[in-house]
């Protein structure tokens, strides 16, 4: 994990932080897609709630969160964000590295996680960091790249 990132469960003190970052993250994308991305418009208080939103604090702020529950075999990373101000620093890859350890620690050999095909620098990203595409398709009036890592048991 970076230094200085603690990782840790939302509550609902962060519901406005969480929602903050992810119009902040996403905003470049409305142009391209020609709507809000699905993160926008997420229902994070649900899923604070739900304990499945977990934010990353970085110098005594929230600086970014991730979203996951299992779904059969495999840990789901619904939504990754950072806001902008933060990005590049390491912190969205220290995001899915937290998430790969949480799938091992529940017994799940893999992560699966979806971007939209307009998000191209996702679709760059995604590979390097051990992801390989399974599917494509258009799901909820959104045009979805599918990945899958198998990160093997601990």
Do not use: W
């Amino acid at each position: 994990m970076r230094p200085g990132l603690t990782i840790r469960p939302a509550a609902g003190g962060d519901l406005e932080r969480v929602t903050a970052c992810a119009q902040a993250a996403y905003a470049l994308y409305v142009a391209r897609i020609g709507k809000e991305p699905a993160p926008m418009v997420a229902d994070f208080q649900a899923q604070i709630a739900a304990g499945q939103v977990y934010v990353g604090e970085a110098d005594g702020a929230v600086a970014g969160f991730v979203v996951l529950y299992p779904c059969r075999d495999h840990l789901h990373v619904e939504n990754v964000a950072v806001f902008p101000a933060r990005q590049g620093l390491g912190l969205g890859r220290a995001l899915l590295a937290f998430a790969e350890k949480e799938a091992r620690r529940r017994g799940l050999a893999a992560i699966e996680l979806y971007t939209n095909v307009k998000m191209t620098e996702n679709l760059a990203l995604y590979p390097r960091l051990g992801y390989r595409e399974i599917d494509r398709r258009e799901e909820a009036g959104f045009s979805r790249v599918f990945y899958r890592k198998e990160i093997g048991p601990t």
